[in-house]
């Protein structure tokens, strides 16, 4: 039966969502609405249901990743989000305009995090994966305040500076009581290099979830709107990212 919302240990979740995964970095530019994307086609071609909230109020970019197009309905005060491929998807980019949201301060991304939270139609999700903003900040101090996030996913890439940004995200995510589930390597290649978010996640005693190559083809289909076909029979990414969704 269900737990009465005085009774929960933390702040109510929005109704019937199992899994909240919030997929951050230390800096912008790694990846981190790439793999958050790619990661939510994963969870579905799993079986689940799943929602992707776009958090990244600085540089929302997951409507352009999914080719959304228009703006979520409302219906009785709540947003019904747009579903792509059978993943609702909501994002900040809907609602404000990147320049405007760029001066918020604490207290309007606080409420900007709740209404997408509660006022959202998501309906019955197995996963709902939210892409924060790059950095340590408001937004996810304010998620984990709303809801009982199951696990943080930290994104980095493998150079050897990087994973400064990488320890900071870390130390945000233990600051703000969220589970680390693991550190995914993006953009493995000869030219970054190989192995070094790897290597650090060992150093930190955090769980390795996989590396992504860095491959043409996911700047492709992000850009055109067409993430969902890194997953396809035949992506060169596909592998590595079922992979990655295995371990959540
Ligand atoms: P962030 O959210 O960290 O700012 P994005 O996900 O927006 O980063 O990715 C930045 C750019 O890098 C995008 O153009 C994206 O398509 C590209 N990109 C991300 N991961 C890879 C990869 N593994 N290989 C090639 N390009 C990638």
Redesign the pocket.
């Known amino acids: 039966g269900q737990q009465p919302a005085e009774t929960a240990q933390a702040a109510p979740a929005p109704p019937n969502v199992k899994h909240i995964i919030a997929v951050g ?1 230390g800096k ?8 958050a994307a790619s990661l939510a086609y994963a969870l579905k071609m799993k079986g689940g249901k799943v929602g992707l909230m776009d958090a ?1 109020v600085y ?1 929302p ?1 997951i409507p352009t990743m999914l080719g959304v197009v228009g703006q979520p309905r409302v219906t009785n005060n709540r947003y019904i989000p747009p579903e792509v491929d059978g993943i609702k998807v909501m994002s900040m980019g809907f609602l404000v305009p990147a320049e405007q949201a760029v001066v918020w301060r604490g207290p309007m991304l606080h409420k900007a995090v709740r209404d997408f939270l509660f006022m959202v139609e998501w309906g019955p999700l197995d996963y709902l994966v939210v ?1 924060l903003p ?1 950095g340590t900040g408001d937004v996810v101090l304010s998620l984990s305040q709303q809801l009982p996030v199951s696990g943080g996913v930290i ?1 980095c890439t493998p150079q050897k500076v990087a994973l400064l940004d990488a320890r900071k995200a870390l130390n945000m995510l233990g600051t703000v009581k969220i589970a680390c589930r693991g550190v995914v390597e ?2 493995r290649s000869e030219i970054f290099g190989s192995g070094g978010a790897e290597e650090w996640a060992k150093e930190a005693g955090v769980p390795f979830l996989g590396a ?5 083809s ?2 492709i289909t ?2 055109d709107g067409r993430i969902g076909e890194n997953l396809e029979e035949g992506s060169p ?1 596909r592998e590595p990212l079922l992979a990655i969704a295995d371990r959540l």
């Open positions: 970095a912008g530019g790694v990846g981190k609405s790439t793999i990244d540089g970019s892409d790059p994104v993006n953009m992504v190559p860095l491959d043409p996911i700047r992000s850009d990414v």
